[in-house]
């Protein structure tokens, strides 16, 4: 499996920000899921989506 394996769609839309409980935007370009009210972007490794903030990128410069 390779680090950008790209996420399974349903799964996509059932998934919700752990913080905020708002909706998440895949990026694909960074393979990450975008939470724009929490400021975070969620990694996605092999696949799988890191729903973890302590593993999340501030999107905050």
């Not at 724009?36 to 903030?53: E, Q, S």
């Amino acid at each position: 499996m390779s680090d950008t394996q790209k996420p399974d769609p349903r799964l996509l839309e059932m998934l919700v920000c752990p913080l905020t409980r708002g909706t998440l935007v895949y990026d694909a370009a960074r393979n990450e899921l975008i939470s724009t009210k929490a400021g975070l972007a969620f990694p996605i490794r092999d696949g799988i989506p890191i729903m973890l903030v302590d593993e999340a990128r501030s999107l905050e410069p």
